[in-house]
């Protein structure tokens, strides 16, 4: 089975300083992993998502994100938050190896940008 | 700019109407899938269609069903509103197995009285 993880509900950050908001999985093969924002009353857009090749992937609006296989973490980072930043944000995961799942989205992290 | 509509943004219905949420995506995606999201249990999903007239049940399809008459359309149907089905819900599409992630409707928030 495939599961995610977001172990804060909220994160609290002070404008210019760095982010980071945190993602755990749980799959059986390789992962698809994506991040995505959610601004009030709107639908999730796509920030950024790791499929193959470097673990260093680099999405929207200065975010980026690690795929650490070991770990098996996918943490989104950001090295300056604004204010703008403030939003609900939504880790996701699809098991490659399982042909047929669909993506299981974590419980969302509340960031806030505190100017 | 390619998109997923949902066509109302807010509702409210009496408990015991019969409730259609309507959503239409421009993309010619093979995938459409209705989620509901309630404040602190994240995106959960309630049916999915890989093809037209085709549905599977996702993880909470019950009170609900669906409708996909036509590859760009596909319904949600709360058969008799209950107050428990208050809830943003949440219509996306994929064109393929995952590469390129789902494209997300607004949302319609609904509210059942």
């Known amino acids: 089975a495939q599961s995610v993880a977001q172990p804060e509900d909220q994160v609290n950050v002070a404008e210019g300083n760095p982010l980071t908001v945190k993602c755990t999985y749980s799959v059986s093969g390789n992962p698809y992993l994506f991040w995505y924002v959610q601004y009030p009353n709107r639908g999730l857009q796509f920030l950024l998502k790791?499929?193959?090749?470097?673990?260093l992937v680099k999405g929207s609006y200065g975010f980026e994100a690690e795929f650490n296989k070991s770990q098996t973490s996918f943490h989104l980072k950001k090295p300056s938050a604004l204010v703008s930043d403030s939003a609900l944000y939504f880790c996701a995961v699809r098991d490659t190896d399982n042909y047929g799942q669909n993506f299981v989205f974590g419980p969302g992290t509340r960031l806030s940008v505190l100017p | 700019d390619v998109k997923v509509t949902q066509s109302s943004r807010y509702l409210v219905k009496r408990t015991g109407e019969k409730v259609f949420l309507e959503c239409v995506q421009d993309?010619?995606?093979?995938?459409m899938f209705w989620y509901r999201q309630d404040p602190g249990l994240g995106l959960r999903l309630i049916y999915f269609?890989?093809?037209?007239?085709?549905?599977e049940k996702g993880d909470i399809p019950e009170g609900y069903s669906v409708s996909r008459e036509k590859k760009e359309r596909f319904s949600l149907i709360l058969e008799s509103a209950s107050t428990n089905q208050t809830s943003m819900y949440l219509c996306?599409?994929?064109?393929?197995?995952?590469?390129?992630?789902?494209?997300f409707g607004s949302g319609t928030r609904l509210t059942v009285v």
């Open positions: 993309m010619d995606h093979e995938n």
């Open positions: 790791y499929i193959t090749g470097d673990n």
């Open positions: 269609s890989y093809d037209v007239k085709m549905k």
């Open positions: 996306a599409s994929s064109l393929d197995g995952g590469v390129n992630g789902y494209t």
